[in-house]
């Protein structure tokens, strides 16, 4: 299967005709100048044209004596004659000092280092300077290192004020010739440039149009008014985030409509199978769950493949509706694979399958890694005879030797936990299989769009009825045994569980995080603990014992269980109401979400308790804060990307992220809703999904 072409991140200006861009062709741009503006990645003027100022000053323009003596032009540039030269000698360390005479009111000009050899050489007394700099009032009017030159007379004009913009400085290049270098290449290239984004969705947006953007973000004679200037600057800025935004949406959405062009899934139709399943439900469903359910009936029942991410916080009740949409696709004469990232996971989703579909005539396969040889090999053959419509399982579902009789679903849990190559190793056992993607770590929607634009997008706002928020509290290791025999207590009296979580005491040492578990349960039962039955949970130990352990758990028959954080994901047991996070300070802020998550499932009082030992640092106790303050995954999520910045928040699925040269996902997410909106309406004739 050959890789998607690459997406647009980074905007790029094109041309309605040729003309010449070279960087040369510009006056006073010599080879070491191009080569320098090369390294930075400009390579042509149209990339000149997107260096943008890092910032506006108010400058007085032919500044008057009178002006300067009211003390108030703070960067001004104006003409003056020499009346006193300072140069000192070699060894000194003073500056080279000009004292200027603008009408009457007099300038010191200083350099402690010459801009260059000889520089001193040019000033004369009696000479005109034409200087240009910020100047310090409070030091008796000077300007230090200002821009200056010996000129012929002026030509007097009247003084004049105008926002000019700051570049950020390239060394080994001039200000004012990266600024003159800008100005000829907007005029001479500036008519000719692409729009880039249609019309329609320009006006809908009331942007200026692509030349006009770049005048206002570039050009020298503006506004003098400092807030009109700032709100045609911002949205000026805008059009091009937004430029760069819909390049995006559009190649996304060319690519959604590509991807399924010639591809024919199975129309899945049959609903009995589905209404079985509601009506033996123990709940009733939210109305975002019969909404998405709706919508993703809706697909399955076309020819053209679902590609469905459907996000919901922690305990929105996702699995059901997974499931309603694995009921439709097996009504309808479809096999089903549902994955999961972990067996513990995959094990849940079966006893849920098994709760929720009893009674009802349907059969399924589990496959997991380190199964027995001979259970494998009976659930393959069912799944490539077709006997078995439903498979549930770990990534062991699309290994070696697995083949489906005519797999029309896939669903996938926690997908982020898988990477782009397994979910295309999956689809593959198929032919144009239908899609259902599910995330619990809430991604903030801009986000989402931009790294899984060509898919449609789901999401589960309202949780449940009945759940009362889990209670939070921060506490220092010091207060670690009140904390202890307050949990004895509470699962002695209630007969309620509990969770120990123990952090990652190394990344990368399994056997350290192993160790760390048992030792830590070792310490409790003979300890702060004594008398509860404890059991012990980690990556390390066999599929076998670890589904033993939850049996136990979930039977109530283990009260704590002291875990690594192989129950991030997923794990349901609704009568474990408090959560005792070790070194809270450790674990990112989804994780410890997705960790919390796994109480305040039932209707009882839930408490997470975040134990931290030793100083934090500022991310940690900004993570360990917000947590405290909400919990709500969606808010939390956009907390997180605001700490750790979108490649870091992704993690291994920021190989979809596009690099933006303007863009910030988070504080340009309006733009993002708006591009997506526009390119789908535009392409798709439907912005609603
Ligand atoms: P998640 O979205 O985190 O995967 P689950 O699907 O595991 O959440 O659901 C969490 C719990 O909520 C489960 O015990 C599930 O049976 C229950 N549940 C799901 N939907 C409803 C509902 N509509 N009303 C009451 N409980 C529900
Ligand atoms: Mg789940």
Redesign the pocket.
């Known amino acids: 299967m050959s890789d998607p072409p690459t997406l647009p991140g980074r905007l790029k200006l094109s041309l309605q005709s040729p003309q010449p861009t070279a960087l040369k062709a510009l006056p006073g741009a010599g080879p070491a100048t191009a080569r320098r503006l090369k390294d930075r990645g400009y390579q042509d003027q149209l990339d000149l044209l997107l260096f943008l100022p890092r910032t506006y000053r108010l400058t007085t323009r032919f500044c008057s004596g009178d002006l300067i003596r009211t003390r108030r032009p703070a960067y001004l540039e104006a003409y003056g004659e020499v009346v006193h030269l300072s140069r000192p000698g070699p060894q000194s360390r003073a500056p080279f000092e000009v004292h200027v005479d603008v009408d009457g009111a007099r300038l010191k000009l200083l350099w402690f280092r010459l801009p260059f050899r000889g520089f001193d050489r040019k000033f004369r007394m009696g000479a005109t300077v034409h200087f240009e700099g910020a100047v310090d009032y409070d030091r008796g009017g000077q300007i230090a290192h200002p821009t200056a030159k010996v000129v012929g007379s002026p030509t007097p004009q009247a003084p004049s004020m105008a926002l000019e913009p700051v570049y950020p400085s390239i060394e080994g290049i001039r200000d004012s010739l990266l600024f003159d270098m800008i100005a000829r290449a907007l005029d001479t290239l500036g008519p000719h440039l692409k729009e880039g984004v249609p019309s329609s969705c320009l006006n809908g947006q009331e942007f200026p149009g692509i030349e006009a953007a770049l005048r206002t973000l570039h050009v020298r004679d503006g506004a003098d008014d400092a807030e009109a200037l700032s709100q045609a600057v911002t949205r000026a800025r805008a059009r091009l985030v937004y430029q760069e935004f819909f390049d995006l949406q559009h190649a996304l959405t060319v690519r959604y409509i590509e991807e399924r062009r010639a591809a024919r899934a199975p129309r899945c139709e049959e609903r009995e199978l589905g209404r079985d399943l509601v009506r033996g439900?123990?709940?009733?469903?939210?109305s975002d769950?019969k909404a998405a359910i709706a919508s993703i009936a809706d697909e399955l029942s076309s020819t053209v493949p679902m590609r469905r991410l459907l996000q919901?916080?922690?305990?929105?009740?996702?699995?059901?509706?997974a499931l309603m949409a694995a009921a439709i696709a097996i009504g309808s004469g479809v096999q089903v694979a549902f994955m999961a990232p972990t067996d513990i996971l995959a094990r849940q989703h079966l006893s849920?399958t098994e709760e929720f579909f009893d009674g009802l005539d349907l059969t399924w396969g589990h496959l997991a890694g380190g199964q027995p040889a001979a259970d494998r090999r009976a659930v393959l053959q069912g799944l490539e005879s077709g006997d078995i419509p439903l498979a549930i399982g770990t990534h062991a579902l699309f290994q070696e030797g697995v083949k489906f009789h005519n797999l029309g679903l896939i669903i996938i849990?926690e997908e982020h936990k898988f990477g782009v190559e397994q979910r295309q190793a999956l689809l593959s056992l198929g032919r144009d299989p239908h899609l259902l993607a599910?995330t619990?770590t809430p991604i903030p929607r801009s986000l989402a769009h931009a790294v899984f634009g060509d898919r449609d997008l789901t999401i589960?706002a309202e949780k449940?009825?009945?759940r009362t928020p889990v209670k939070t509290v921060l506490r220092d290791s010091s207060r670690a045994p009140r904390m202890w025999s307050y949990l004895a207590d509470r699962i002695g009296d209630t007969g309620e569980q509990a969770y120990v979580v123990f952090p990652l005491v190394e990344k990368s040492d399994a056997v350290a995080r192993r160790k760390s578990v048992i030792e830590g349960a070792e310490a409790l039962a003979n300890g702060p603990l004594k008398g509860l039955r404890l059991g012990v949970l980690h990556g390390r130990m066999a599929p076998d014992e670890k589904a033993a352990i939850m049996d136990r758990f979930a039977a109530g028959d283990v009260q704590v269980l002291c875990s690594t954080t192989v129950i991030e994901v997923?794990v349901?047991v609704?009568n474990a109401t408090m959560m005792v996070i070790q070194n809270a300070e450790l674990f990112g802020l989804s994780q410890l979400h997705q960790l919390r998550?796994r109480v305040g499932?039932g209707t009882a009082d839930s408490l997470c308790v975040l134990l931290t030992s030793g100083p934090l640092t500022d991310d940690a106790a900004l993570r360990l804060k917000a947590m405290v303050d909400s919990d709500d995954g969606f808010a939390l999520a956009e907390t997180d990307l605001r700490i750790r910045g979108p490649g870091e928040f992704l993690g291994p699925r920021q190989a979809g992220l596009p690099e933006f040269r303007f863009g910030d996902i988070l504080g340009d997410a309006p733009w993002m809703l708006a591009a997506r909106r526009d390119a789908r309406r535009l392409l798709l004739g439907d912005a609603s999904r």
């Open positions: 439900l123990p709940f009733p469903l939210t769950q919901g916080d922690v305990g929105s009740g996702k699995t059901v509706v849920r849990d599910m619990a589960i449940p009825p009945g997923g349901d609704p998550g499932r």
